[in-house]
């Protein structure tokens, strides 16, 4: 069998101790944020990708040794299991190469080859398929004729030995694998539209008549063609030229100075279209949508990411408008906490225009509730509500555009039904939109992933894989941030490391019923939340004003000792200690180094004495929409425009400009120098500047550049240290053929990739 740890260090060139010591902490009910933050003596210091890495790879190789398990069983029941083929089996690596070693032996429903043996035709078979020069294959197959077999003439003789002859081609290892490589090598996706579909399936027009080598497309046309023959628009072949692979089966098995050359030729041609080519363009299409999946979802969670670390406005005062014209703007008011203390409906755009009372209104509730910042949705009505709040002229109140995107789902969730039992849906969307401003993190892991609005072909692909990669996401940036017992969700509260819903529940429970949390130590009364549990959970979790100001740092109460020896070795509380700066550099670590806690864990207990329970997301910065340009129809080429990045594919990068339709910035035109990741340029939410370079207002297309414009940096803000788990191939990154084609205008290049996009 495969020692699983060693193959693990081989693949991701680490110790087979820290593979080992991992896979322990995982198997015991670890979390990947706990051990990447709590256990680096242990793990040697692995972060987080790492950790993630140990965890998919061992159960990926222990679903092999799980499959292997049931084939040899199989064909040890079967009475055929030798040594030598236990070794192969035992030996193998690959999930597919194990299957091509069970193939022969795998139960078959009845097949042309089956019937053919049971006609006595497979000793025929074998001497046509032996080297002997001196046969006469056309009377060898006259002994085979036996009308009460159904088998009347030589050439249903001959046809019989070729079926066992093709069916033996179709299992044989060698084949299936030299063949495998040429599927992947040279095989090329061939689409065609299917006749009368043209008008249909207008938006998959770049595909009516496209091929493309299957190892070099990248994920968003694979899904995207995948996409297109599900909907029955156009046809779609996963293979090689056909001479081509006729050629390689011909050179393996074909000998033509045999008398049975053509029989096996003959066989060879059937094996490849009957069996073969099903076979291999079966497992082509597998592999390329697998790495399509990987790569979109990996776009899907850096978008995340990036969009859950935004930066929060803070415990601020919030007024929300979500914008409208018919049925109005819905208010609401939120405290410091994002409580509810109001809501109301005012009139300031058409139909109604009722400005002066809509006026009246707002000022009233900005001045009755001490209001400090007004968020406004970016859905419809957006600009025209926010020139109506920024004409008001409330002097110390920030107005701030929010994205919205997901409120419309939260707003009809049970989430928000059971918050707001008693209010509509309008009410609780604009309530997100307030809380979204004040805590994006916060807010958004109410709402699931797939629907905030950053994916890319997010329902094409894996859904499993996909739900996995994003709560991994969520998990880590809650973690990371860290959470507020006495505030947070249980929503928040269930991707804390060690918790989950039900055990978060009973958090918001105990808290409801016996007033804020105190201590960290109080935790361990919650039901359920025993010992391992609050292991788990208690370094991300933050007590305000706590008793013990441990409780409000990152600071894990299994270190609390440690920190108290600190203290008073210098002859301070701990309380002076995390104050006083000048005590943090009078500590040696190395004093305090113990077979349990190494210098790794005294470094970040030290980083976090001088900045406890820091958050580490930016600091807000307000932004602020070109004024006077507000619909598509305002803009122009060669405009300069302030804009926010909303979504980040491969191909590009789209911007909000504030005219209810986003721009893209496509690859080709985010920075003065080349580049292969827009990644290396932007991040979701990011503030940028950008230039019209073409807009097309029937379609409402708008081509945006970033070149050579003041005030876009070279690498996004921020991204400095932090782990990016899913990088891409750069052989799909850099794969542009038909977006990079300068014959193509600017306005062709944006239809397209945005058609492809939707």
């Known amino acids: 069998m495969v020692n699983i740890t060693q193959k693990i260090a081989q693949l991701l060139?680490?110790?087979?101790?820290?593979?080992?010591?991992?896979?322990?902490?995982?198997?015991?009910?670890?979390?990947?944020?706990?051990?990447?933050?709590?256990?680096?003596?242990?793990?040697?210091?692995?972060?987080?990708?790492?950790?993630?890495?140990?965890?998919?790879?061992?159960?990926?190789?222990?679903?092999?040794?799980?499959?292997?398990e049931s084939i040899l069983k199989s064909i040890e029941d079967q009475g055929k299991l030798t040594d030598a083929l236990k070794n192969k089996i035992l030996a193998t690596e690959t999930m597919s190469v194990l299957e091509d070693l069970y193939l022969p032996y795998k139960p078959k429903r009845k097949t042309r080859a089956s019937i053919a043996k049971e006609r006595g035709l497979e000793p025929l078979a074998d001497t046509i398929a032996s080297p002997d020069l001196s046969t006469d294959i056309v009377e060898e197959a006259k002994k085979y004729i036996d009308p009460e077999k159904d088998v009347t003439d030589v050439e249903k003789a001959l046809a019989g030995a070729r079926d066992i002859i093709a069916e033996r081609l179709n299992e044989d290892q060698e084949t299936r694998a030299e063949m495998r490589k040429l599927f992947m090598k040279k095989g090329s996706f061939k689409a065609k539209v299917i006749p009368g579909k043209e008008n249909e399936g207008a938006k998959y027009k770049d595909y009516f008549d496209w091929t493309e080598n299957v190892e070099k497309a990248p994920s968003h046309r694979v899904l995207a063609m995948r996409r297109a023959e599900k909907e029955m628009i156009i046809s779609l072949d996963c293979s090689p030229e056909e001479e081509d692979a006729l050629f390689l089966l011909e050179d393996l098995h074909v000998d033509q100075r045999t008398p049975s050359a053509d029989q096996i030729q003959l066989a060879v041609k059937d094996a490849y279209k009957r069996l073969l080519k099903p076979?291999?363009?079966?497992?082509?299409?597998?592999?390329?949508?697998?790495?399509?999946?990987?790569?979109?979802?990996?776009?899907?969670?850096?978008?995340?990411?990036?969009?859950?670390?935004?930066?929060?406005?803070?415990?601020?005062?919030?007024?929300?408008?979500?914008?409208?014209?018919?049925?109005?703007?819905?208010?609401?008011?939120?405290?410091?906490?994002?409580?509810?203390?109001?809501?109301?409906?005012?009139?300031?755009?058409?139909?109604?225009?009722k400005v002066a009372e809509s006026a009246a209104l707002i000022s009233h509730l900005v001045a009755k509730h001490n209001i400090e910042a007004i968020a406004v949705g970016n859905g419809t009505a957006s600009r025209e509500t926010e020139s109506f709040a920024r004409n008001l002229g409330l002097s110390g109140v920030q107005i701030v555009v929010v994205n919205e995107s997901g409120?419309?789902?939260?707003?009809?969730?049970?989430?928000?039904?059971?918050?707001?039992?008693?209010?509509?849906?309008?009410?609780?969307?604009?309530?997100?939109?307030?809380r979204r401003l004040m805590d994006p993190l916060a807010e958004l892991v109410k709402i699931d992933p797939k629907s905030i609005g950053v994916g890319q072909y997010q329902h094409d692909v894996d859904q499993t894989a996909l739900k996995g990669s994003l709560d991994d996401v969520v998990m880590s940036c809650v973690n990371a941030v860290g959470v507020e017992v006495n505030t947070a969700s249980k929503e928040l509260l269930s991707y804390v490391s060690g918790l989950g819903p039900s055990i978060a529940k009973n958090i918001v429970d105990f808290r409801n019923e016996n007033g804020a949390f105190t201590s960290r130590a109080q935790l361990k009364k919650v039901p359920r939340l025993g010992p391992k549990a609050f292991e788990q959970c208690a370094g991300f979790l933050r007590i305000r004003d706590a008793k013990n100001p441990l409780d409000s740092s990152a600071v894990h109460p299994e270190s609390y000792d440690i920190v108290k020896k600190m203290a008073e070795n210098l002859g301070v509380t701990v309380k002076e200690l995390m104050a006083d700066e000048n005590f943090h550099k009078q500590i040696k670590l190395e004093d305090y180094v113990t077979d349990t806690v190494g210098l790794p864990t005294l470094t970040d207990i030290l980083k976090e004495l001088g900045k406890p329970g820091r958050d580490p997301r930016e600091k807000f910065e307000a932004f602020q929409f070109q004024e006077g340009v507000e619909k598509i129809s305002d803009l122009s080429i060669g405009m300069k425009l302030p804009g926010i990045v909303t979504n980040i594919t491969n191909f590009g990068a789209f911007v909000d400009i504030g005219v209810h339709q986003d721009g893209l910035v496509h690859l080709s035109q985010m920075a003065d120098r080349y580049i292969s990741d827009p990644n290396e340029v932007v991040k979701v939410h990011q503030k940028v500047q950008v230039v019209v370079t073409d807009v097309d207002i029937a379609r409402k297309r708008i081509a945006l550049s970033m070149k050579g414009m003041d005030g876009n940096s070279s690498a996004p803000k921020g991204s400095k240290g932090k782990p990016n788990t899913n990088k891409r191939p750069s052989s799909q990154r850099q794969n542009k053929r038909e977006e990079n084609d300068e014959n193509m205008s600017m306005a062709d290049k944006l239809a397209m990739l945005q058609n492809r996009f939707k």
């Open 13 to 68: 060139s680490i110790s087979e101790k820290q593979v080992s010591a991992t896979l322990e902490l995982l198997d015991d009910g670890a979390t990947v944020p706990f051990i990447s933050r709590y256990r680096k003596e242990v793990t040697g210091s692995l972060d987080e990708v790492q950790v993630a890495e140990i965890r998919d790879k061992a159960q990926q190789l222990r679903e092999l040794e799980k499959r292997k």
């Open 407 to 434: 409120a419309s789902i939260y707003s009809a969730s049970e989430t928000a039904r059971d918050e707001f039992p008693d209010k509509d849906v309008t009410v609780r969307g604009a309530v997100s939109i307030g």
């Open 279 to 353: 076979s291999m363009e079966t497992e082509s299409r597998l592999a390329s949508k697998k790495n399509a999946d990987e790569e979109a979802i990996g776009v899907f969670a850096e978008n995340l990411r990036q969009l859950l670390l935004a930066a929060p406005l803070g415990q601020k005062r919030v007024l929300a408008l979500d914008p409208g014209f018919r049925t109005g703007c819905k208010v609401v008011c939120l405290d410091r906490q994002g409580k509810l203390l109001e809501d109301a409906v005012i009139y300031p755009n058409e139909p109604q225009r």
